[in-house]
Each structure stands twice: as C-alpha cells, then as structure tokens.
C-alpha cells in the first residue's frame, strides 16, 4: 500500500475560494508539477529558491486564495522584498514582510501592524488582486496580467499607465524577471491552489476533447494523455479538472493524472470505483460524504451504480440540496450528460483540499 505521498510541488498557487458557476476565471495557467517525490507536499509549494517557512504557508495559501496570484509569486515577491525579514525597512520607508509604503499600508493594510507578519502577507493578497484586477483591463493575456501587476507593485500602478505595459525602469524590469524566474515563471499555478480559483464551465456543452472518432466504443482503444479510457467517465473527468487548472491539450504532460499525483492505478484498479481509495493516498485529497462543492469528483463505488465499474462525475455547482454533476458514460453509453442530483443520492464527494485546510 502507498503512502500519502508529496506528489504535487506546484510552483504557484491560485486559490480555491467560493465558486460561481460560469463566472469564477481561472487566473492563471498551467500548473508545473515536479516528480512524485519532491518535497513540500501537494499543497506547500517551494519557489525556486528557497521553501516558503512553515509558519507563513497558511497565511501564503490564503493571500493567493484572496487575490488568484500564485502562491509561489507571492512568496517570490516576499523573499525578494524582505528575505522573509518582519521588521525589514527599506530606506525609502516600506516597512514589514511585504514591504508596503506607509500610505499603501494605510489603505490596504486593515489597521493592523505592518510589523506583523501575518498581516503583512494579508495586505500583499489585498493589494496585488486589486493591482491585477485593474491591470486585467489592460489585456487578456493573463500572463501580461501577473507581469504587469508585479511591476506595479514595484514601481506603482500610475507608471504601469503612464508606459502601457512594464516602465523601462531597470529596477523594475529585473524585479518582474527575477521574481518570474524563482517562481518557475508566470505560468505557474499549483494544483492546491484550493479549487476555488478554478474556471468552472462548460456545463451543458460536450467540449472533451478524446471523444472523437464518433461512435468507437472506448473500451480496448488507446488511452488518452490523462491515462484512462476515452469516452469513460473517468477520463472525462480528468479533462474537466485539468482544464478547470487551465490546462489545454497543446500544453505537454497534464498536471492532473494519476502519474503525476504519484499513486498507482494498474490491474485491479481499473473502475472509478477505486478512486476514493487511491485519491485518497495523496495529501491534499480528501474525501467527503457530503457537502459537496464546485470542483468536487462526485464518487460511486463499485456496487453503488450499475455496471460494477463504479462511476464519477464533476461537480460543477452546488444548489441548495442539489449538485449539478457533469458525467460521461452514465445513461448513454460513451455519451456526455448533466444531471442536478441530490447530494445525499451521491455516496461521497473527492475533493483537492489544501493542507490543513481540511
């Protein structure tokens, strides 16, 4: 039997924060995902220098929850500013762990101590999602998005308008590189960004992609690149997770699939019914018996569905006591279908958590 592996070291995260169906954007792409036997867990993130300390995790994970930055930005930018130093002052007067100006302190800092850490890393979340939000007007490209909102962090929002895009200040432009560089670039995004940043749509739309040619039968053809049978249910919900991350098929290996989670699905284990059990064996993956929600894999065992194969589907919204479940294979054979089911008729729910946040 596996241990619960470390098997997702994502260089950023996104947050997993209340989702509204069709209208919560996914922020940034591509998670990078290291091999299984990295260290940090599938929510603790390392940048690329040095790992984010213990007693600031939490308080990185809900920063990038709060503003849909990646968690490895966010400690980049900290470990650049201060050297994750609390009573840092730099000689233009920034003061703190984030190294926020007095009046941008006055404005985004709460009340509280800039000293304070915990604080500090709080005001870093407020004051880059309103820097990105504002710099979203600019483009569409979210990855000039996260450039420009970095440059305005350091050079202000006023210069980031002033030049359209990254001032030609040196500083400037090695801070928005050097800050890209340790977090592994501006793409990343961690699995564990907690699936509340995740881009949830689609729903009543057959947009999986392995579904063609029409009308073969999954069964004994060739897997697709999350590693299951095309046409089945538990590929297509590779798909939708890795898509709700950002992922497209052009983009290489997927950040989500069994490979890279680490956990073996081999003989004996080829029905989704077995998901519970080998999800389960990651840290980050919990299961849940009820209270769904949005991002979810909605599990039936082998014996709780016809078929003896088990089922999933994807949880896509929640609506008082029902789950809108995306499903492929489950009435029609090798077919897409939603249903709005009640939440007590599904055994469980498998749910990407972040680490201590269960």
């Not at 300390?53 to 990185?60: E, F, G, K, L, T």
């Not at 793409?187 to 392995?210: F, H, Q, S």
């Not at 039968?217 to 089945?232: D, L, M, Y």
């Not at 589907?313 to 090798?334: K, M, R, W």
Request: glycine share 12%.
């Amino acid at each position: 039997m596996l241990n619960k592996t470390a098997a997702i070291t994502g260089l950023a995260g996104l947050s997993l924060v209340g989702l509204v169906l069709g209208t919560v954007m996914l922020l940034l792409p591509l998670a990078v995902i290291n091999s299984p036997a990295s260290a940090g867990g599938v929510c603790r993130p390392e940048t690329g220098t040095e790992p984010i300390p213990n007693r600031y995790q939490q308080d990185i994970a809900d920063a990038s929850a709060n503003s849909g930055i990646p968690q490895a930005i966010l400690a980049a930018q900290i470990d650049q500013e201060s050297g994750w130093d609390p009573n840092a002052v730099s000689p233009a007067g920034a003061k703190g762990l984030a190294q926020l100006m007095p009046a941008t302190w006055a404005e985004w800092g709460d009340g509280a101590d800039p000293f304070d850490p915990h604080a500090a890393i709080a005001a870093q979340g407020r004051y880059m999602k309103h820097l990105r939000t504002r710099n979203s007007m600019l483009t569409e490209d979210q990855d000039e998005v996260l450039r420009l909102t970095l440059a305005a962090y350091n050079a202000g929002p006023g210069a980031v308008a002033e030049y359209d895009g990254v001032p030609p200040f040196q500083e400037t432009q090695q801070y928005v590189q050097s800050i890209s560089t340790a977090a592994g670039g501006t793409r990343g995004a961690d699995v564990c960004t907690t699936l509340a940043a995740m881009k949830i749509e689609g729903v009543g739309a057959d947009d999986y992609p392995y579904r063609q040619p029409a009308g073969v039968n999954g069964w004994g053809h060739p897997r697709s690149v999350f590693g299951h049978t095309q046409r089945q249910c538990t590929d297509f919900v590779m798909w939708r997770i890795n898509q709700a991350m950002g992922w497209t098929p052009d983009q290489g290996e997927p950040p989500f699939t069994f490979a890279t989670l680490g956990v073996n699905y081999g003989p004996g284990q080829s029905g989704a019914g077995s998901w519970k059990d080998i999800l389960t064996r990651v840290d980050g993956i919990t299961f849940h018996a009820d209270i769904p929600q949005p991002g979810d894999i909605a599990w039936w065992g082998y014996n709780d569905i016809g078929g003896a194969y088990g089922h999933v589907g994807f949880v896509s919204a929640v609506q008082n006591d029902t789950a809108v479940i995306e499903h492929y294979n489950l009435d029609t054979p090798n077919a897409y279908s939603v249903t709005t089911t009640p939440i007590g008729d599904v055994p469980g729910y498998i749910r990407i958590t972040p680490t201590g946040q269960e």
